[in-house]
């Protein structure tokens, strides 16, 4: 019924940029966090960012503030994560996720997309 469709992942050379969409549809997410995740082979799942539906407040892993921007698109029903200045140790699955506000964990997913940075 809800469905997160993440896009926008590939191959890129240090310090260039992507730009992942996450396209969300079966519910309103009004009352929804919004957040992308990465996990890198051999690592845990870390948390990156996340946008409250209504509010358009955001929140950022220190590890990409300043070179990462979330943002949405009501009209579209999709949540962008704007990557700059991308490095090496950024390559990782990129997940969309979401959450009620209410709710402690995300329980929606994508199904992920893959971004590659080289040296």
């Known amino acids: 019924q809800v469905q997160l469709v993440e896009s926008g992942g590939g191959l890129v050379q240090a310090g260039g940029s992507l730009r992942l969409s996450c396209a969300a549809s079966g519910r309103t997410f009004s009352h929804y966090y919004m957040g992308w995740f990465r996990q890198a082979p051999g690592k845990e799942r870390e948390f990156v960012a996340h946008i409250r539906w209504s509010f358009g407040s955001t929140y950022y892993a220190d590890s990409v503030k300043g070179r990462f921007t979330i943002s949405k698109d009501n009209a579209k029903n999709t949540v962008y994560l704007q990557m700059n200045s991308l490095k090496p140790e950024d390559t990782a699955v990129y997940y969309c996720?979401?959450?009620?506000?209410?709710?402690?964990?995300?329980?929606?997913w994508g199904q992920g997309t893959q971004v590659t940075v080289s040296s």
């Open positions: 996720a979401a959450r009620h506000y209410s709710d402690t964990s995300y329980d929606c």
